[in-house]
């Protein structure tokens, strides 16, 4: 990835003002947090531990996740985590995987008590409201393990996308033996775009989802089985999204 449009979390809010993404490097991001290598370690274990995810259309076998909901008081910082809910969508945004409830195993209730874990949720969600103002967040957490056992993973099976929600984080964690998983950020109502790839675990792009359209290429092995694991954080003012 090129260095020159990284950006301190200092400044990341103004950038997702100005261009609607911004791309902050692993060191930054941990100190920001004020997490060692090892807190980092002790929260990425848990992807190993990730149930398939039985809602894929498209016939595959390649996805593994967790989900879990919490609201953030953006005043005060009061980070909830709410009784465990279905993930939805409306088909405008998803139409592969919109328009029906999908129920996910939770997040293992011991990474959600971690203090980087808890850090992660609240400093990202607070700088977000810095580009937009909002008293509340509504945020829904994604474990992702992508593999290729099949050959090919499709982190993003539903092609260029938003999301429906205010801002989405995505945060790499780990790649294992791949090659390919270029993210793809586009303007909605425009012609720019920037095409870059996460390869340092723990590197994290922002987005401000009204304003960008997202995708991530598919990913193939290097040798006889690779992964590809991130955390995928979504904020949305008003509500979670829901069918009623």
């Not at 009061?78 to 999908?102: C, D, K, M, S």
């Not at 971690?114 to 400093?123: G, S, T, V, Y």
């Not at 033996?177 to 792009?205: D, H, M, N, Y």
């Not at 997202?214 to 003012?237: C, K, M, N, Y």
Request: aromatic share 10%.
């Amino acid at each position: 990835m090129d260095a020159m449009i990284s950006t301190p979390p200092s400044q990341a809010a103004g950038a997702l003002r100005e261009q609607g993404w911004a791309v902050i490097q692993p060191e930054d991001l941990l100190s920001w947090l004020h997490a060692g290598q090892a807190a980092a370690d002790a929260v990425h274990a848990s992807w190993s531990d990730l149930p398939p995810d039985t809602h894929l259309r498209d016939g595959g076998a390649y996805r593994f996740r967790r989900h879990s909901c919490f609201t953030l008081d953006t005043a005060t910082g009061e980070l909830v985590q709410i009784p465990h809910r279905a993930h939805w969508q409306p088909v405008t945004y998803n139409a592969l995987h919109g328009g029906f409830e999908r129920w996910f195993e939770p997040v293992d209730p011991a990474i959600c008590a971690q203090p980087l874990w808890q850090a992660l949720l609240r400093q990202i969600g607070q700088l977000v409201a810095q580009a937009k103002p909002v008293p509340m967040w509504f945020i829904e957490a994604h474990q992702f393990r992508v593999d290729t056992a099949g050959g090919i993973g499709r982190p993003t099976p539903e092609g260029a996308h938003r999301d429906g929600v205010d801002f989405v984080a995505v945060l790499m964690l780990e790649r294992h033996a791949i090659k390919g998983g270029e993210t793809r950020v586009f303007e909605a109502e425009g012609p720019r775009g920037v095409r870059f790839t996460l390869q340092r675990p723990w590197s994290t792009v922002l987005l401000d989802d009204e304003r960008v359209i997202h995708e991530t290429s598919p990913i193939q092995p290097l040798a006889d089985h690779g992964w590809r694991d991130t955390l995928v954080l979504t904020f949305r003012q008003g509500g979670f999204q829901s069918e009623t």
